[in-house]
């Protein structure tokens, strides 16, 4: 049997991926191969280009100009490594006679692969970011034929025009049956797997998550919101126009993983640059409410997400999401509101009412517990102004001659 090319895998996988379309999911591929790939690459250069314009067309949505890059070598074992952990949970998986002990030996191949290098180079994480964006939309549809004598079942794959020919006489009914992320990619063989890729593009874990995706790491990701523009595109894609329960889901999975940042020994500037953003948010909930006929009225979104009735089917995360100013507003009051509200009377007017009512639903007791855990990672407490602590060095005074 040939060998694929590299050409071929780009085809019928790399570029559906990115693009979307039907993925093709082969046998595994081995690390061999994957060196084969990569030596391929330069005569793939018509494949090559397809992809990165794909890639272009995603991140021209995010960034004004997105920067100019070329498929890489860590990118091809990152989708070879997603492609490995598919062919997993492959309805055909069990027909290829695949072993437990050769499960295990694709799984270890595909954590080899993903285990790439993580990067802050801006140019390389939107690369990588554009490849894997829709890794958490992925889904199969799986089709069940029944007719009058039987019935038949095809697991992402089209039933043969035979089986679905003259509906009406041999009555004919096709049931649709659509397998997301939390059976694809969160079932133990493949979450080691994916987890290990998610943590190499953080910037698609703040832009996309969904509810089985492994939880974000901050400290991978915080050097994300240090850039203006990304920082922004992420805090306007967390925060649709949708119902409030919708509105709050991505705001309050970044709160939760705060959370968690927060039991670790993370460095203070870190803490202090997610608190600032997580406050964005808030006060991006308070924009979106300007044009309600009563300026002083409670928030239709906190009253609906933050109900006590609500209470146990609340996100996690949600609550450190909204009492977050308040507590930062006791550890130092200059990240509790972002700068410029004051400035706006509406806007301020709209920040004093979520404030309020965020008070009183959630309490104070549980403001001033989110405040003790600041005040840990806090070590010098309130910051200085820069002005107040840089002095010109004094020159030094020769000794006069004896």
């Not at 499960?103 to 080899?112: F, G, N």
């Not at 993903?114 to 199969?140: D, E, G, I, W, Y």
């Not at 009563?294 to 209470?311: D, F, H, M, N, Q």
Request: a neutral charge.
């Amino acid at each position: 049997m040939a060998k694929l090319h590299v050409k071929d895998f780009l085809t019928n996988f790399v570029k559906p991926l990115v693009a979307g379309g039907e993925l093709h999911v082969g046998a595994p591929i081995p690390l061999p191969e994957l060196d084969r790939w990569d030596r391929e690459l330069n005569d793939a250069s018509v494949e090559t280009v397809d992809v990165d314009e794909a890639r272009v067309a995603v991140l021209s949505t995010l960034v004004c100009r997105p920067p100019a890059f070329l498929l890489e070598a860590d990118e091809l074992a990152l989708a070879a490594g997603l492609h490995n952990a598919l062919f997993l949970v492959h309805p055909r998986a069990d027909q290829w006679s695949v072993s437990d002990r050769q499960r295990r030996k694709i799984i270890d191949t595909s954590l080899a692969m993903v285990s790439q290098p993580l990067t802050r180079n801006r140019t390389r994480v939107m690369a990588r970011h554009a490849l894997l964006h829709k890794l958490m939309f992925l889904t199969r549809r799986d089709i069940t034929v029944s007719w009058w004598t039987g019935r038949a079942r095809f697991q992402g794959q089209r039933p043969p025009s035979r089986l679905t020919a003259w509906k009406g006489m041999r009555r004919v009914r096709e049931d649709v049956t659509v397998v997301d992320f939390d059976e694809l990619l969160a079932v133990p063989d493949t979450a080691p797997v994916i987890a290990t890729l998610l943590r190499r593009t953080p910037l698609t874990q703040l832009l996309d998550a969904h509810p089985g995706a492994p939880p974000l790491h901050w400290e991978d990701a915080v050097f994300l919101l240090r850039d203006a523009e990304l920082a922004r595109a992420i805090a306007y894609r967390l925060v649709p126009d949708a119902a409030p329960h919708h509105q709050v889901t991505g705001p309050a999975r970044l709160a939760a993983a705060y959370e968690q940042m927060l039991e670790r020994a993370p460095d203070e500037g870190d803490v202090r640059a997610v608190g600032a953003f997580l406050v964005h948010l808030n006060a991006l909930f308070c924009l979106a409410e300007l044009n309600l006929r009563e300026p002083g009225a409670k928030s239709p979104l906190i009253s609906t997400v933050l109900a006590a009735e609500a209470a146990g089917q609340r996100p996690r995360g949600l609550a450190t999401l909204f009492a977050l100013p308040g507590a930062l507003a006791i550890v130092d009051p200059r990240l509790a509101m972002p700068p410029g509200i004051a400035e706006l009377p509406a806007l301020a007017q709209r920040w004093k009412v979520h404030r309020s009512q965020t008070s009183e639903l959630l309490g104070e007791a549980v403001i001033e517990a989110l405040a003790a855990r600041l005040r840990r990672h806090f070590r010098s407490g309130v910051m200085r102004d820069p002005s107040e602590v840089v002095q010109l060095p004094i020159a030094a005074v020769p000794d006069a001659p004896g």
